[in-house]
Each structure stands twice: as C-alpha cells, then as structure tokens.
C-alpha cells in the first residue's frame, strides 16, 4: 500500500501562481511514475502531469509551457509548479502513483486539494 498526501491547493486569481505537493509513504520502493491528475465538476478526471524516476515529465496539451511537474525520489516526492493560471484551470487536483508489481501496473491515489482560479 502506498498513501499520498497532498497539499498548497488554494484560491489564486487568473495569472497566478500555485506550487502543489505530494508526499508518498508506505511501500514506496516500487513507485514507477509520480504525477498529478485533475478533476473539474461534471467532468472526468485527466493527466496533468506524470514524472518518471528520471524526471522526465510528460504534459498534457493544455498545461504545456505553463505546469512544471517535478519529482524528488529521495523524498518520495512530486511537485507541481503552476504559473499563468486560468479559470479554466479549476478542479481538485489529484496525486498519483503509479506502482509495479511484477508486470502489473497498481494506481494509487491521494485525497485531493482543490484548487480555484477566480477574480
């Protein structure tokens, strides 16, 4: 079992700043990619982010240039650094981590922090 625990969600007016985190504990030793999924009400949850052990993010389109996504594996970290927010950008913002078992791939998920981008 792994247990993710997020936090620096908030409200932030449009072209704002936030900086979230998330702390991996449990059985992290197999942990294969740490990133960020995003939920907006009435909607589905979707990739914001996800970081390799070698720190190479992959981003969604809609995040690119704007979402930095990075990851401490000594601390059993991953970051998510987002500049030039938008309204559009408001959802509760998810933790994940994605673990591997043999072949078996295992998502585990923390609670959520929202975040809201509003004047």
């Known amino acids: 079992q792994v247990q993710l625990v997020e936090s620096g969600g908030g409200l932030v007016q449009p072209g704002g700043s936030l900086r979230l985190s998330c702390v991996a504990s449990?059985?992290?030793?197999?942990?294969?990619?740490m990133g960020w999924y995003r939920q907006a009400p009435g909607k589905q949850r979707d990739l914001v982010a996800t970081?390799?052990?070698?720190?190479?993010?992959i981003y969604s389109d809609s995040v690119k240039g704007r979402f930095t996504a990075s990851r401490d594996v000594g601390k059993n970290a991953v970051y998510l650094q987002m500049n030039s927010l938008k309204p559009e950008d408001t959802a509760v913002y998810y933790c994940?981590?994605?673990?591997?078992?043999?072949?078996?791939?295992?998502?585990?998920w923390g609670k959520g922090t929202l975040v809201t981008v509003s004047s």
């Open positions: 970081v390799s052990g070698g720190n190479s993010p």
């Open positions: 994940n981590a994605m673990v591997l078992v043999g072949f078996s791939g295992y998502d585990y």
């Open positions: 449990g059985n992290v030793s197999n942990i294969h990619l």
